[in-house]
């Protein structure tokens, strides 16, 4: 069974700090990672992708992999009342051509 | 560019009716993926076309089949509908089959009474 798990929230961090997204994952032999964005009612939309063990860093946002530890997280810089959203990890497991299992996600609420 | 479109948006259907979603990609991207999202959950894999062919499919069951046509758009069919099919209905797009992303169309919401 290929599962990603995230805690579902919903996490609050008030303007201007840090939040911090967490993702493990069970198919030891994955090898691409992601973080998706989904408003209330929206689809989803990419934010990062992560590939490489260590931190990617794209604006406020930093995409840190462990694949050891198999986990993967998502740091945002100087939380935005715009960054309230539901944040869904997604793995591209082994044996699962160009597929991705999606975690349940986690809902974060900025507060101003 | 034009992203990826779905229609319908919005529709409901009653237990044992049929169901196609359409799906046009975006411009320039030959695979199409299928997600089913329930509500509170993460998208769930359903299948994904790769020139009009099935490429891939996740643990749903034959009830649930589909199309690509050859300018790459593509149809979701559900037979026999059970009140869980109740979700939102995501198309997805890439721009080759290996591509990291996916851009999601905005979805088809179906509520099955």
């Known amino acids: 069974q290929k599962e990603v798990e995230q805690n579902s929230g919903p996490l609050s961090v008030p303007e201007g700090a840090i939040a911090s997204l967490n993702c493990t994952y069970s198919d030891r032999g994955s090898q691409s990672f992601f973080w998706y964005r989904q408003y209330s009612g929206k689809s989803p939309e990419l934010i990062m992708s992560?590939?490489?063990?260590g931190d990617k860093e794209d604006g406020r946002f930093t995409a840190q992999l462990n694949k050891a530890s198999q986990y993967v997280s998502l740091l945002i810089r100087d939380s935005q009342p715009s960054d309230s959203a539901t944040y869904l990890c997604a793995v591209n497991p082994t044996n699962y051509g160009q597929n991705f299992v999606f975690g349940p996600g986690t809902r974060l609420s900025v507060l101003p | 560019e034009t992203g990826v479109t779905q229609s319908p948006t919005h529709l409901i259907k009653t237990r044992g009716q049929q169901v196609t979603l359409r799906c046009s990609s975006q411009s320039g991207h030959n695979t199409v993926s299928w997600y089913q999202q329930a509500l509170g959950q993460g998208p769930q894999f359903i299948f994904q076309?790769?020139?009009?062919?099935?490429?891939g499919r996740g643990n749903f069951p034959p009830r649930f089949s589909g199309l690509q046509f050859p300018n790459y758009s593509s149809e979701l069919n559900v037979n026999a509908l059970e009140l869980d099919d109740s979700a939102l209905y995501l198309c997805a797009s890439s721009p080759r089959q290996g591509a990291g992303e996916l851009f999601f169309g905005e979805g088809s919401r179906l509520t099955v009474l």
């Open positions: 076309y790769y020139r009009e062919e099935e490429n």
């Open positions: 992560i590939y490489s063990n």
